[in-house]
């Protein structure tokens, strides 16, 4: 994983772990995602790239993408890829016998290779699973490829500390590997102490601030044929160049990116900002142990956040037990509509953004993770 402006997990390692980034020596990528999205300025001079031969531009063009992606995925390839990775690292890094860092694993690359290592060197490391890319929803259970749980399971097992992005990872990993682990938000702060007047609306405009891809578009979708024939409108904010044409609809806007520090003021000319999350089975693994690093960011605006997604998802969840946002569990229309009537209701806003900051002072703001962070670290 990258430590980017352009990605939750890269938001996310800045606000967290903050200056003490600068004491880092070396960022090790070994898979695309992190080679993909740029680092920051700051850090990019410490960047090594062990990326697969097969990740590469060159091979994607000589044997083609689809290929090429499929190959890298092979898992006798990725074992192989991982033990060169290895190598290079002990011999541009490893020379004084011992390593110590902080591993965001994103997939098998990187837990392979961080077994490849300890055959090389000492290697003390924390993990950070934000996100669990190797689990999949088959047949009413929970399924990992053949031959990769165990290691999975020795890699948060031999981890001198195992963070964790939701409370539904957390549970699922202690009952599965019977690993103990610490919660840890995308976190996010209001730009000032939040004095967001909210008059009731009679027109209801809500603002959608992130990316369009499988794991928001049916939910994106439900809400943009919920608006038809009302008074509510929806602007998206994304970097894609442009919607699917499926939201191409009446009621809805386009208005393309925003930069990091526009993002909390444009928020707050909305009157709800929305929380789409997928209820296909392809997405369940983010839908249901992910936590968005926007959630924390809805949170921190001052404005309420209307959120739509399955009842196991990990934000549903999360949001409902705290009563801090309109929570919708279906796509149906009708339910939906409902959402945006309560949105012009003084009492319930007021109650949910009154649940919403104190969630930013005790769990989801910078403050209140770094302190975790910290206090997790020192015992």
């Not at 044997?63 to 290895?86: E, F, M, P, Q, W």
């Not at 031999?158 to 019977?178: K, L, N, T």
Request: charged share 20%; net charge positive; with cysteine.
């Amino acid at each position: 994983m990258s430590i980017s402006d352009y990605h939750g997990g890269g938001l996310t390692l800045q606000r967290v772990i903050g200056d003490d980034l600068k004491n880092i020596d070396h960022l090790i990528y070994v898979s695309r995602f992190a080679t993909d999205i740029e680092t920051i300025p700051a850090l990019k001079s410490k960047v090594i790239d062990v990326t697969s031969t097969w990740d590469s531009n060159l091979m994607r063009r000589v044997i083609g993408r689809t290929r090429a992606n499929a190959i890298s995925k092979n898992l006798s390839v990725i074992k192989a890829d991982a033990k060169k990775a290895a190598n290079t690292i002990v011999k541009r890094v490893g020379k004084n016998g011992q390593l110590n860092g902080l591993v965001c694993p994103q997939g098998a690359q990187s837990i392979y290779t961080i077994e490849a290592l300890k055959q090389h060197t000492q290697l003390r490391y924390t993990t950070w699973v934000m996100d669990d890319h190797l689990i999949t929803y088959q047949g009413g259970k929970w399924e990992y490829p053949p031959g990769v749980e165990a290691v999975f399971a020795k890699h948060l097992q031999e981890a001198e500390h195992v963070f964790v992005i939701s409370p539904v990872m957390q549970q699922f990993y202690q009952e599965r590997f019977g690993v103990k682990s610490t919660v840890l938000f995308g976190p996010a702060d209001p730009k000032e102490e939040n004095k967001v007047s909210r008059n009731t609306p009679t027109q209801i405009k809500i603002g959608y601030f992130g990316a369009v891809t499988e794991w928001q578009t049916d939910a994106l979708c439900a809400v943009a044929d919920a608006l038809q024939n009302t008074d509510t409108t929806l602007d998206i904010y994304s970097v894609v160049n442009k919607l699917p044409d499926k939201l191409n609809i009446d009621g809805v806007y386009f208005k393309g990116r925003l930069q990091q520090n526009e993002v909390l003021n444009t928020m707050q000319r909305y009157d709800a900002v929305l929380l789409p999350i997928s209820f296909s089975q392809k997405m369940r693994s983010m839908s249901e142990f992910n936590i968005a690093t926007k959630m924390s960011e809805y949170l921190a605006s001052g404005v309420p956040v209307l959120a739509i997604g399955p009842a196991y998802a990990g934000m549903i969840k999360y949001l409902k037990q705290h009563n801090a946002a309109l929570i919708v569990e279906s796509l149906a229309l009708s339910d939906i509509r409902h959402a945006f009537s309560q949105l012009s209701n003084g009492e319930v806003v007021k109650s949910i953004l009154h649940h919403a900051q104190k969630r930013v002072a005790v769990e989801t703001g910078v403050t209140a993770t770094q302190k975790r962070w910290r206090d997790a670290l020192s015992n």
